[in-house]
C-alpha cells in the first residue's frame, strides 16, 4: 500500500474537492440516494417479498444499519470513499511508473461517467464501479492459478453484485474477455466455469425469490425506450458514448460538464489519442502489459457498444437479449 500513497493522496484530494459541501451534520439526498433516518433495517425487500431485486440488499442492509449507528453521515460516506477507492485500485492494476499511476487515476476517477452517476445518487455502482480494477486483477490472476485460488474471481462477483445488480453482465464481459486472451486456454476455462458455479450458488438469495414472487412492475419494451442511452446534438450517438456521457437522465439538475468547458472535444480527442497509442505499445509481443491490454480493449469495445443499448449496429442483439435472456433486462 506504501507504493500507491500517491494514488491515495489525490484520491482523498478529489473527495475533499468534490464532497466539502455535504461535510457535516446534515443529510444528503440525490435523486436515487435518499435514505431517511427511520428506514427499518430489515424491510420486505430484503427478503424477496415485494418481487424486487434482491441483488443490492446486502449493501442496503450495511448502508441502514451504519445510518442507525452514525446518523447522517452514512449518507455521504460512500461519496468520500469512492474516489481513494477508485485512484487506489486502478493504480495497482495498471502498475508502472507514478506518472502513469496518477494519470491512469486522474482519469479513472474524474470523468462524465462519474459526475453523471454522483448526480443521480447512484452510490452502488460507484463503488463496484471503484472496485472493478482489483477484481479484474484477481481475474487475471485466477486464470493461471491453480487448485481454490480459480474461484478467487466468484468472491469479487458476488460482491459486485451485491453493491449493484449490474455488474452479473459488467464483470461477465470481463471474465469472458480474460479467458479469450489467457494461455494455457484450458486452465483459464476451468477457472471462469469453476467461479460460474461459485457464483450460481452465492446467488440463491437473489434467484430465490423470484420463484416465488412475481415483480410489481413489469419491465418491457416501453422502458427500453424511455431510458435508451442519449445522443449529442453535434456528435450524435457514437461520440457522446465515447465521451463517456449519454445516461438517459440528462437534465437530472447540475450542467454537463462540456457545457462550460469549451472545446471539450478537442480534449476527449487527445485522451483517445493517448489511449490508441498506449493499446498500441501495450499490445506489441515484447511487452509484459500484453495480457490486461487485450482484456482492456476486448472488454472496452463490447462495453462501448453495449452502452448504446438497442440502438447502433448491435442494437439488435442487445433487444433479443432484452427480450429473452434472464435478468438481461436489468
Not at 502513469?100 to 447512484?122: D, K, S
Not at 412492475?217 to 450517438?237: C, E, K, M, N, P
Request: charged share 10%; net charge positive.
Amino acid at each position: 500500500m506504501k507504493e500507491n500513497l500517491p494514488e491515495l493522496i489525490l484520491g482523498f484530494l478529489l473527495s475533499l474537492g468534490v464532497c466539502a459541501p455535504w461535510l457535516g451534520g446534515g443529510r444528503l439526498l440525490i435523486l436515487d440516494w435518499v435514505l431517511g433516518p427511520h428506514a427499518p433495517i430489515l424491510s420486505p425487500g430484503v427478503y424477496g417479498l415485494n418481487g424486487g431485486l434482491t441483488s443490492g440488499a446486502p449493501f442496503g442492509v450495511v448502508v441502514t444499519l451504519l445510518g442507525h449507528v452514525i446518523g447522517p453521515v452514512v449518507t455521504w460516506l460512500p461519496f468520500l470513499a469512492f474516489f481513494p477507492l477508485a485512484t487506489v485500485s486502478i493504480a495497482r492494476l495498471v502498475g508502472g511508473s507514478l506518472w502513469a499511476r496518477l494519470a491512469a487515476a486522474t482519469i479513472y476517477a474524474v470523468n462524465p461517467f462519474v459526475f453523471e452517476r454522483i448526480g443521480a445518487g447512484h452510490i452502488g455502482l460507484l463503488l463496484g464501479y471503484a472496485l472493478m480494477p482489483l477484481a479484474v486483477l484477481s481475474a487475471l490472476r485466477a486464470a493461471r492459478a491453480t487448485g481454490w485460488s480459480r474461484v478467487s474471481p466468484a468472491l469479487w462477483w458476488v460482491g459486485l453484485i451485491a453493491l449493484s445488480p449490474h455488474y452479473f453482465w459488467i464483470y461477465g464481459v470481463v471474465m469472458v474477455a480474460i479467458v479469450a486472451v489467457s494461455r494455457p486456454f484450458r486452465g483459464a476455462v476451468k477457472s471462469f466455469l469453476a467461479s460460474c458455479c461459485a457464483l450460481a450458488v452465492a446467488s440463491l438469495y437473489i434467484l430465490l425469490p423470484h420463484l416465488v414472487t412475481s415483480a410489481p412492475i413489469q419491465v418491457g419494451a416501453s422502458d427500453l425506450a424511455t431510458y435508451r442511452t442519449q445522443g449529442d446534438r453535434l456528435f450524435g450517438l457514437f461520440g457522446n458514448v465515447a465521451g463517456l456521457y449519454g445516461f438517459w437522465r440528462e437534465r437530472f439538475g447540475p450542467r454537463l460538464p462540456f457545457s462550460d468547458v469549451h472545446g471539450w472535444p478537442f480534449f476527449m480527442l487527445a485522451i483517445l489519442v493517448v489511449v490508441g497509442l498506449g493499446a498500441v505499445a501495450a499490445l506489441r509481443r515484447s511487452s509484459p502489459r500484453r495480457p490486461l491490454a487485450w482484456v482492456l480493449a476486448i472488454s472496452g469495445v463490447a462495453g462501448y457498444f453495449l452502452a448504446m443499448g438497442d440502438q447502433g449496429p448491435t442494437g439488435f442483439a442487445f433487444r433479443w437479449a432484452y427480450d429473452h435472456v434472464p435478468f438481461f433486462a436489468v
